[in-house]
């Protein structure tokens, strides 16, 4: 089962869900109406385009429902803004706690960051600062574990197919930083 928290218009889960039909993708948002046409898209019928295995749930890493904690084989959290991009570099610990809610022993969090002031993702958070400063420490204090961490390369963000990664034209131009991080509870 996969997780995509901070989902926006929820198009990266009806991508994900058709690549794996046999595999439940939940798009988690506290914006219902950005998810609404994927959410009915994903209700068609197979012979319409729909993707059964897809499912949304209006809900924020503050609040994680009791039925999506400790659920998740992979959590992606892709070009979060506020507090889920504090939550992601651990600065927030609730949200932060809220996204370790989600994983299952054994599973996987991928988080794709924005490093880039002008991208209004950033704010006043600084990716290459946060791994220096204790982010591997203070995701540990969560029980998840720091595995990878890399500015991602051009064809990795090309391939990134969230609406928000093609806005921000990354992997279009080398002057268009993103991180990805890769977290895992043991
Ligand atoms: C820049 S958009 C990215 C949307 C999508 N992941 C994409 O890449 O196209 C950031 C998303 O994070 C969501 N978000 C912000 N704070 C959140 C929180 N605390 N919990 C869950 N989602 C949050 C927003 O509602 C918004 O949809």
């Known amino acids: 089962m996969t997780v995509d928290l ?4 929820g198009r990266f889960v009806l991508a994900a869900a058709a690549a794996k039909p046999d595999r439940l993708v939940i798009g988690v948002d506290p914006v219902a109406t950005a ?3 994927s959410s009915r898209r994903a209700a068609q019928g197979p012979r319409r385009g729909g993707t ?4 949304f749930v209006v809900a924020s890493a503050e609040a994680v429902p009791a039925e999506l ?3 998740a084989e992979l959590v992606t959290v892709n070009l979060p803004w ?5 939550g992601a570099l651990a600065l927030d610990p609730t949200a ?3 996204i ?3 994983v299952r022993p054994g599973g996987r969090v991928q988080l794709l960051l924005a490093a880039d002031a002008r991208d209004r993702l950033a704010a006043d958070v600084n990716v290459r600062t946060r791994l220096d400063g ?3 420490s203070d995701w540990r204090a969560h029980g998840l574990e720091l595995m990878k961490a890399h500015e991602a390369a051009p064809e990795e963000l090309a391939s990134a197919r969230t609406t928000w990664a093609r806005r921000l034209r990354l992997g279009t131009s080398d002057e268009r930083r993103a991180w990805r991080l890769i977290l895992r509870r043991p």
């Open 69 to 71: 904690r400790g659920i």
């Open 35 to 37: 998810m609404a046409e």
């Open 82 to 86: 506020g507090s889920l991009l504090r």
């Open 6 to 9: 901070g989902t926006g218009d």
């Open 96 to 98: 932060a706690a809220g």
């Open 134 to 136: 204790g982010l591997a």
């Open 52 to 55: 059964p295995n897809a499912v």
């Open 100 to 102: 370790a809610s989600l």
